[in-house]
Every structure is written in structure tokens, then in C-alpha cells.
């Protein structure tokens, strides 16, 4: 069946089965290879996407449950400018080991920030929650999040 | 060798060398790797923990299926039937017998993923069922089923030192208990997976996920039957391995070779998460039981231990995780008479390989309450005790080495009892709530020891290219710990180079000579010598260019802020290298390094067992709920003394993450398996940490630093594993009353146990 969506601000059209999951549409059909499957079942949040804007684990969603609406990955993240704070703080704050996780964590963060630009550690823990990282123990990623909300307060009032 | 510091740099030199590509989404883990016209497999497997097979019922059916190219089974092996680990009993598929659910039997390539999936589920096996043995002790028992081994026994170490009995004699205190731990498993985010490629002259390329690419090119070598010039292996960015990754990926590898030599195409061999469970290899669960012995003053006169691991169905790591369970059992402290023994067992379950702190975890747990078990007994403050036995330079550890002038050890304990504040922790909880404190101490021989002293070695290459630029080209892995950063640090810190200068290129095994494998904390102390060889090699060119300008001899060089510096003047790095090249001076070198004087005596158990030891110190803070049972750790606070700090950051994520994954250990991941199946074989049935589950861990770097290390250095990655899940449990106890001796320690076992009215006594042992 034919499936248009809004990818990262452009429109796309695939021809897929209905029930595909989102990943596997993102990564097989369109080269969207930020997105990862660590599980395939709504367990890890190394798939996160913004789906009108709310984080979603995309193994979760069909492919068809995303038709005229507005689909965002890293990729649109990154290149939009959205994300450089982010994506600096976890730079900084060594917040990146393996990295299998990291874009999950960094599409989750912009969700929170975005929301709520000055959030307590508590509220960044609540916000990541779905994103599992075997690597860091989590301490770094709280760090960079916090980091990355001071940013944006001297530097970048978009987010 | 000099021990000097690394120089100071800016703060944004601080970032990982592999930051950028991973937070920008483009680091290219395996199945991001695009090939044209692949193919994709599937594994057959035993639905069975135990048994003969028969036949292959609808092969025929299976090869026709829509999409399937392949079909293998096991008499189509064109080598050796063998992936080799520490023995030789691993068929790459099963032929005769299964012995444990999941285990690989045949194999299956088709257009798609989904098609080679149908075709794998739709096999039939036809195999009579045995009766398994799923349990270590039951294993030893004399009418056990035959699994594996020598009479189920996959290995056996011990350890004989002073008198035993004579020990025991001199004590006026003995306390002895038996501590169980579960099967823990590693939780990489991305599951196995290799392509692989039959590429010119008839060789053939994998890439994948893994720690040990020299393991998988031997592995490929002996399933293919072909020469080692015809094997090519390259690690894929390999997200997490924890040991998970050490010997497993030599047999997705070897399956995706098969299909490739088969089919002459490019394979693409993936695990999903449930497959993933069930047939990669697992922490090993564990029995031990302990004995201390001491004086009233709380000397430590003997200890006599027993540690027996279930190693499933299959031998892999096992004797080496054994060993490395002895070799620490009796805890970090000078004990003059022991006894010791360590089994690992053969049962009809997945089979236990390597996992963080290899098979040390396990005895820390064990021995780290027993000593605090025994201070209540001799009314004596666990640290107090703690400090009347520790290791310290001059001791001896269990099997006589003496340990050198790199020992942090006191430093760690005391650092972090300041940190946490210890002294000041009673409270007076009035409500369900308790609070409580507890410790641990560790001691870590780092790398592979005598027992593994055969790929006790690495490789390195260091290239300089016409601009100053460096190639290095390196036989460890970068798995998330921060190896290409260390790597890059100590060829540019060696170099006097900046650190955008050094890429470090992704380990090939035709690149460099078998550098053994990436665990076991050894990249930077091994791996890291390997690097720092080549780049003094070529720096000793550098040093002749530089000093046939200046006018001097070679040695009246220094190196200090990017210059080459004499009495008679100075040269920017980069102008060095062109003079360098100008008098066509050697620009690149290979690196080596060799781990010397370790040893073992299988007989007394005795000898140089490591070459150096890390030493560390965990005290954390709980809050029990006595209504319901729940744990939640407060603080942790873990020293670590590693010689000296390469690069702090990675160091500090090592000491986090490693603490986080003894959480899970102690109070979370509970994997069940019933008849030898595993029942929970996912994220959400097996429970990981998550954010609202943790503390934020407290790292503290201690340096004591050790000659022989790259500046100094010693080893991380294992050791912030091991020490946590004691101090949990001892401050469960500080907060309950009661001491708790198996991990997981679930809300359940609590509750169970502070419904009781006393603390029963364990029952005695035969």
C-alpha cells in the first residue's frame, strides 16, 4: 500500500505493507539509519522518533498509523541546527560510549527540552526513562541534558 | 620505563575521538552497512535442552521456499566442525547431539530477512529428547546425566598454600557460609550480528560486532578449512560488549561464512533480541562456599574456599573464568594458609562465557560479606578488619606474589569512606524505611594471567602521513569503553602531536598480528604498550631529522608543547615531520608488546598469576522498604586505583557504568529458566536498570602508578563490575539485621526473609 508521511520536514511516499514497522520502513525504504533496533519490542527506545512531535518508539508504530503525519529522526534533528547543543553537551560531557543508544537519548532530550527548557534532574530521569543504556549507568546523560538546557538558555532560544 | 603524566590540555580536547560520528547518528554499526545483492540468514535450532538428532525432516521443503538460496547443516562443513575456544567441544553446528536449547543445527540464507526467517521456523528437526541436568551441583553428583567435560567437569583449578589445617588451628574465630549468585546477562543495545563476503582470490571478509577479531579469523579459519591469508576480519562500530562479545561472535561469524562460501554472496546474519537470550553465552551462575579464620585482633590466619560455576552445555571461557574466581577468591587481603578449589560444571543449559569481572564478581560477592559477617562475629568494625588484612606493597596475594609498588589500595578504601562519610551514617529510622551502609574491597589481576599468557601480546601500527597526520592502525577494540581515545592519546602524547591529528583506524586483522582479544581490562595496559612502541619507533626518526637541522645528537631532544626542542633552538611537530620525509626517513613502524613473568603451577596453585593488579573500593548507601521488600541504592561512591588516568572522562563513564551494571547484578536481573530453558528472554522479562532505578555513582580516581603501563597506566573496564553488588548487600544488612547471600536479591526474598523471626543459620553443607 502507498504510505505518505512527512519525514524531517520533506514529504515521502512508500509502497510497503501496512503493518511494517516504522523502523523497518525508515531504515530499509528510506536510508534513515540514525533509527536502531535494539529489541523490535517497545523495550529499549534505541528507535526513538518524534511523531508529531511526541517521542514514540518506532518498532511499535505500523506503517500505516503514520500516513499524512509528521515523522522526526536525528537527521532532520541534526540538520535543522536543532540538536547542536545537544549534541555538543553530550560531547562534553561524556555522555557517548558505545553510541547505540545515544540517538534514542538525544531525540528523547530534545522532547523534554523542548517542553520544559530548565528541567531538574528528576524530571530529565522521568523523561529518558524508555531509553535504556547499558554503557554510561545514566550519570553523564543526566549530565550532558543539564548541560545542554544551559546552552540553550545563554545561546538558543529555539529549542 | 619513565612514568610521565600526559600533558594538560583544553577542555575540549577532553571529547572522545569517536564522539562526533556517534551523537550525529552516523557511526556504521553492522547492520548499517549497506552491501548490493545481499543475502540474509537464519539459524535452525534445537527445541530441545538435550538429545540425539535423527533427521532434518522437510529439508527439501525448507530449500524450496520462496527466497531460500542455502540450506547447511552439519556434514557440509568444509573444515572442521569446531569453533575453538579454550577447548575444542563447540561444534559450529550440532551433528549427532544437542545439549542445550537453541543450539545452532542448520542454517538457512534467503532473499530477505523475513523469508529466511519462515524457512527456519518452519524446519523440522527430528530428535529423540535425553534427560538434561540444568543445575551445577546436580552435575556432580555421581549418576548425573553425561553432559560434557571430564565426568561433567569443564574444568578444575585449586590452590594449596601453608597449612590448611594448622591455619584453621591458629584461629579463634571461623565463620563459613555459602553465597549463590544467578546468570546475569549483558544487555549489549545492539545484538550479534556479522555480514560476510567471499571478496578476490577466492578469500573471503567478515565484518561485525565484536571484541576479539583474531578469535573470529582463527574461528573462520578452522570451519572454512582456509589458509590465514585467506580469511579477512574487520570490526564493525561494535555497540557494547561486556564480554558478550569476547568468543560469541566467532560462531555468528563462522555461520555467516558458511553461507557466504556457499552461496558466493555477501550474508547478512543479524540476532533479534529473544534469539539473542537464548543462545549467547551468559554470566555463570555460582556456588561458593567460604571460610574465614582469625585471631581475636582480627588477623586473617586461614581461608578455605569452593567455587563451583555452571558452565552449560559447552566449555568456551569457563576454565579461564574459573581460574581468574580462585585466583581472587580469598578477597584483597594476606592470608597465609589456604585451600581452594574451583569447578566449572557441565549442565544442559546455555553455555556462561565471559561477562565483566569473569568469574570475579561472583567470589567478590562471597567474600566480601563473609568478612563482614566475620567482624560482627569478632565485634569488630568491618573496615577496622578490613584494614588489618589488606594487601599492600610487599604482601603476598593467595598464590604468593608479592605485590609491587602500584597499589592504591589503602588510598581507595580510605578516599572513599571520606567521600560517603562513612562514620556519620547511623540514623535512627523510625518508619518502615531503613537506611544502611556497606563496603567492599577489591583487588583485580589485570589482563589475561598466566592461564591466558599465550595471547598475552598485541600489534600496533603507527603511519605518519606528509602533513603530520597519523595513521595508527590497532589489533584492540574500541566496544564503547574509550580504547580509541586511550589510543589516540598515547600516540599523539608520545608523538607531541595534537590529538586531531591521530585517526585511529578500525581493527582488520590483516592489518595487524594477532593482538590477543579486547577484555579483561587489558587494551590500554597491552594494546596501549603496542601503540606507544610503534610511535617511539617513529618519533626515534623524527628525533634524527630534528637533530640533524639543530645540529645535535638525537638524544639532546625533547618534546614539549608540539616542539622539538634542543639548547639549540626548537621545531614545530609538523616541521619535523617534513624534514622527516625530506632525508626520506622511516615514517611508519610496528608496535609490540609482550606481557612478561606471569605463571602458574597447576599443582600448588601458586605462582605470578597477573602482572599488575587494580585495586578499588565501593560503599554506597540503600534505603530498604520493609513493608515491601525494595532496595533503592542512595549513593555509591567506587575508588579506583589504574596506575594512572589516560583519559579521566572514559575512565570516570567506566567506573559509572560498571557500578550500574553491579546494581542490576545485585538487586534486578533475575534471568529464570525453567528445565534449562530461559523463560524471560527479553527486556522487559529480564529487568536492566533504567534511569529511575539508579544513583547518580561517584567515581574517584586514585593513581598509583605502574611502571610498566603506558604512562603509567593499568587497567579499568572490569573492575568497577566487581566490587558493588557486597556493598549492597552488606549495607542491606547494616540497614535490616539480616544477611542476605544470593544475588539477585529481589523485593520477594526481603520481605520473605524479615517475616521471619530470626535469622536462621544456613543449613550445614555434606
Redesign the interface.
Known amino acids: 500500500m502507498n504510505i505518505s508521511f512527512i519525514l524531517n520536514g520533506n514529504k515521502v511516499k512508500v509502497e510497503v505493507s501496512p503493518e511494517k514497522p516504522l523502523l523497518r520502513v525508515l531504515?530499509e525504504d528510506l536510508d534513515v539509519?540514525?533509527v536502531?533496533?535494539?529489541?523490535?519490542?517497545g523495550?529499549?527506545g534505541?528507535c526513538t522518533v518524534l511523531l508529531d512531535e511526541v517521542p514514540v518508539t518506532s518498532c511499535m508504530v505500523a506503517a500505516g498509523q503514520v500516513r499524512g503525519r509528521e515523522i522526526t529522526?536525528?537527521?532532520g534533528l541534526?540538520s535543522s541546527g536543532a540538536i547542536s547543543d545537544l549534541?555538543q553537551a553530550?560531547?562534553?560531557?561524556?555522555a557517548?560510549?558505545?553510541?547505540?543508544?545515544?540517538?534514542g537519548f538525544?531525540i528523547s532530550a530534545y522532547a523534554l527540552l523542548k517542553e520544559n527548557p530548565d528541567p531538574s534532574r528528576d524530571e530529565?530521569?522521568?523523561a529518558?526513562?524508555?531509553?535504556?543504556?547499558?554503557?554510561?549507568?545514566?550519570?553523564?546523560?543526566?549530565d550532558a541534558i543539564e548541560l545542554a538546557a544551559k546552552y540553550n538558555k545563554g545561546l538558543n532560544n529555539e529549542i | 620505563m619513565p612514568v610521565a603524566t600526559p600533558k594538560k590540555v583544553k577542555k575540549d580536547s577532553n571529547i572522545r575521538v569517536d564522539a562526533q560520528r556517534k551523537v550525529s547518528g552516523k557511526a556504521k554499526f553492522i547492520e548499517d552497512v549497506e552491501y548490493k545483492n545481499i543475502l540474509h540468514g537464519a539459524t535452525i535450532r534445537s527445541p530441545v535442552t538435550h538429545g540425539r538428532i535423527r533427521g532434518f525432516k522437510n529439508r527439501d521443503e525448507i530449500k524450496n521456499m520462496p527466497g531460500v538460496k542455502a540450506v547447511i547443516t552439519a556434514d557440509e562443513i568444509p573444515g572442521d566442525n569446531i569453533v575453538p575456544f579454550v577447548k575444542e567441544d563447540y561444534p559450529c553446528l550440532a551433528e549427532k547431539e544437542v545439549k542445550f536449547y537453541g543450539q545452532a543445527v542448520a542454517l538457512v540464507a534467503a532473499e530477505t530477512p523475513e523469508e529466511a526467517k519462515a524457512a527456519a521456523e518452519t524446519a523440522e528437526l527430528i530428535i529423540d529428547e535425553y534427560p538434561g541436568i540444568y543445575d551445577s551441583i546436580e552435575s556432580m553428583t555421581p549418576d548425573a546425566v553425561y553432559v560434557g567435560g571430564d565426568d561433567n567437569v569443564h574444568s578444575y583449578f585449586k590452590i594449596r598454600k601453608g597449612n590448611i589445617d594448622e591455619g584453621f588451628k591458629g584461629a579463634d574465630v571461623i565463620v563459613e557460609r555459602v553465597y549463590n549468585s544467578g546468570h546475569q546477562v549483558h544487555c549489549y543495545l545492539e545484538n550479534q550480528g556479522m555480514i560476510a563476503e567471499p571478496i578476490q582470490n577466492g578469500a573471503i571478509s567478515v565484518k561485525g560486532s565484536m571484541q576479539c577479531p583474531f578469535y573470529v579469523h582463527n574461528a573462520l579459519v578452522k570451519v572454512l578449512g582456509f589458509k590465514y591469508s585467506k580469511v579477512r576480519v574487520v570490526q564493525a562500530d561494535t555497540g557494547g560488549g561486556f564480554g558478550g562479545k569476547e568468543d560469541m561472535p566467532s560462531i555468528v561469524a563462522a555461520h555467516a561464512a558458511l553461507l557466504a562460501n556457499k552461496t558466493g554472496m555477501p550474508v547478512s546474519l543479524i540476532y533479534d533480541r529473544e534469539e539473542d537470550f537464548h543462545t549467547m553465552s551468559k554470566r555463570h551462575p555460582s556456588r561458593t562456599r567460604i571460610k574465614y579464620g582469625a585471631t581475636t585482633e582480627g588477623k586473617l590466619v586461614a581461608c578455605e574456599a569452593e567455587y563451583i560455576v555452571n558452565g552449560g552445555a559447552f566449555c568456551t571461557l569457563s576454565p579461564i573464568v574459573a581460574w581468574r574466581g580462585i585466583i581472587h577468591i580469598t578477597g584483597p587481603y594476606e592470608i597465609e594458609n589456604i585451600k581452594a578449589d574451583s569447578y566449572a560444571m557441565a549442565t544442559n543449559t546455555v553455555p556462561c562465557g565471559a561477562f565483566r569481572g569473569f568469574g570475579q564478581p561472583q567470589v567478590n560477592f562471597a567474600n566480601e560479606i563473609l568478612i563482614d559477617e566475620l567482624a560482627e562475629k569478632l565485634n569488630m568494625d568491618p573496615v577496622e578488619l578490613r584494614k588489618k588484612n589488606l594487601l599492600k606493597p610487599g604482601s603476598k596475594t593467595a598464590t604468593n606474589q608479592v605485590v609491587g609498588s602500584s597499589c592504591g589500595m589503602a588510598e581507595t578504601l580510605d578516599k572513599t569512606l571520606d567521600k560517603i562519610k562513612f562514620k556519620e551514617h547511623k540514623g535512627n529510622d523510625k518508619g518502615p524505611v531503613k537506611k544502611g551502609m556497606g563496603i567492599s574491597t577489591v583487588f583485580y589481576g589485570v589482563g589475561l594471567g598466566a592461564e591466558g599468557k599465550y595471547f598475552a601480546k598485541a600489534g600496533a601500527q603507527v603511519h605518519i602521513k606528509e602533513d603530520g597526520t597519523v595513521f595508527v592502525a590497532i589489533g584492540n577494540v574500541e566496544m564503547g569503553q574509550g580504547a580509541e581515545t586511550v589510543f589516540n592519546r598515547i600516540c599523539a602524547d608520545t608523538l607531541g602531536c595534537s590529538y586531531d591529528m591521530v585517526e585511529i583506524l578500525e581493527p582488520d586483522t590483516t592489518r595487524v598480528p594477532d593482538s590477543g582479544p579486547t577484555v579483561a581490562s587489558r587494551a590500554t595496559l597491552v594494546g596501549g604498550n603496542a601503540v606507544k612502541d610503534a610511535a617511539l619507533k617513529v618519533r626515534d626518526s623524527l628525533f634524527k631529522a630534528a637533530a640533524q637541522k639543530m645540529g645535535v645528537k638525537p638524544f639532546d631532544i625533547k618534546i614539549k608543547d608540539g616542539k622539538y626542542i634542543s639548547d639549540e633552538g626548537e621545531i614545530d611537530y609538523v616541521d619535523v615531520v617534513d624534514l622527516a620525509y625530506l632525508s626520506r626517513e622511516r615514517v611508519a613502524a610496528q608496535g609490540w608488546y609482550k606481557v612478561e613473568n606471569v605463571s602458574f603451577d597447576e599443582k600448588t596453585g601458586l605462582g605470578d598469576a597477573y602482572p599488575v593488579y587494580s585495586y578499588s573500593t565501593n560503599a554506597c548507601e540503600v534505603e530498604v522498604d520493609t513493608e515491601t521488600g525494595v532496595v533503592k541504592v542512595n549513593r555509591l561512591v567506587a575508588a579506583h586505583d589504574v596506575g594512572k588516568t589516560i583519559h579521566p572522562p572514559s575512565a570516570e563513564g567506566q567506573i559509572q557504568g560498571g557500578a550500574a551494571q553491579a546494581i542490576g547484578y545485585a538487586l534486578y536481573e533475575n534471568l529464570v529458566l525453567e528445565e534449562g530453558k530461559i523463560v524471560n528472554p527479553s527486556l522487559s522479562g529480564y529487568t536492566i536498570p533504567t534511569t529511575m532505578d539508579l544513583c547518580d555513582v561517584e567515581p574517584i580516581l586514585v593513581e598509583s602508578a605502574y611502571d610498566e603501563g603506558p604512562f603509567g597506566a593499568k587497567g579499568l573496564g572490569e573492575p568497577p563490575m566487581v566490587g558493588p553488588a557486597a556493598a549492597i548487600l552488606n549495607a542491606i544488612h547494616d540497614a535490616t539485621g539480616i544477611w542476605f547471600r544470593k544475588i539477585p536479591c529481589l523485593p520477594e526474598d526481603i520481605v520473605k526473609e524479615l517475616n521471619k523471626d530470626i535469622n536462621k543459620e544456613p543449613k550445614e553443607l555434606k
Do not use: D, H, W
Not at chain 1, 536502531?36 to 519490542?41: I, L, V
Not at chain 1, 529518558?128 to 543526566?142: F, H
Open positions: 531504515r539509519m540514525s536502531k533496533e535494539g529489541c523490535g519490542r523495550e529499549c534505541t529522526t536525528l537527521e541534526e549534541q553530550f560531547k562534553e560531557a561524556g557517548v560510549q558505545c553510541g547505540f543508544c545515544t540517538p538525544i530529565i530521569r522521568v529518558v526513562s524508555g531509553n535504556i543504556c547499558r554503557c554510561t549507568g545514566y550519570t553523564k546523560i543526566i
